[in-house]
């Protein structure tokens, strides 16, 4: 029983380091590439979080999603 309710925050700890290994990464390839600190990263991935969220969230129907989500492709 003990596993079972370990899991799934074993789960979320596991998705939620590699996230934020995803954007120290991004960091780093900036710095890395360009040497300039761009400090308008961190405000990209709250953006992209709020429109994942605002998009899987169970208020509208699948075709309105899976549209809204094409529509928003060209833009990034």
Known sequence: MFLLNLLPH????ITLGLLFALIALGFMLILGL??????AHGSLFALGAYFAYA??????????????????????
């Open 10 to 13: 074993l789960v979320n700890g």
């Open 34 to 39: 360009m040497e300039q600190i761009n400090l």
């Open 55 to 76: 998009i899987c969230a169970p208020r509208l129907p699948l075709p309105p999603d899976v549209l809204g989500v094409w529509a928003g492709v060209p833009l990034g």
